[in-house]
Nanobody, 121 residues
Framework: QVQLVESGGGLVQDGGSLRLSCAASRSFFVTYRMAWYRQGPGKQRELVATITGAGTTTYADSVKGRFTISRDNAKTALYLQMNVLRPEDTAVYYC???????????????WGQGTQVTVSS
């Protein structure tokens, strides 16, 4: 059983910064992709940023230049540095890891429980 625990959310003013963290309860045999998603009030869950096992990063257009995704070398911790936050960034942010836990095992998607980010205007 793999658990992902997010932290770092909170209330911040327009233009402020937050750093989200996600910690996995165990290491993975192969980590294919780590990502942050978010779901705003009345909206569908959307992809915010990804980082592959090789370290390649991608971002949603709405956060490019403001958010930075990173991970530790063990690929068991994921971070999202969020700068110049805007009210439209208000959402529950979820950590996601797509990985194989053991040799020969299946590849699974793992999700955290989410952390609330609220940006006040």
């Amino acid at each position: 059983q793999v658990q992902l625990v997010e932290s770092g959310g909170g209330l911040v003013q327009d233009g402020g910064s937050l750093r989200l963290s996600c910690a996995a309860s165990r290491s993975f045999f192969v980590t294919y992709r780590m990502a942050w998603y978010r779901q705003g009030p009345g909206k569908q869950r959307e992809l915010v940023a990804t980082i592959t096992g090789a370290g390649t990063t991608t971002y949603a257009d709405s956060v490019k230049g403001r958010f930075t995704i990173s991970r530790d070398n063990a690929k068991t911790a994921l971070y999202l540095q969020m700068n110049v936050l805007r009210p439209e960034d208000t959402a529950v942010y979820y950590c996601n890891i797509f990985a194989r836990v053991a040799p020969g095992g299946r590849i699974d998607d793992y999700w955290g429980q989410g952390t609330q980010v609220t940006v006040s205007s």
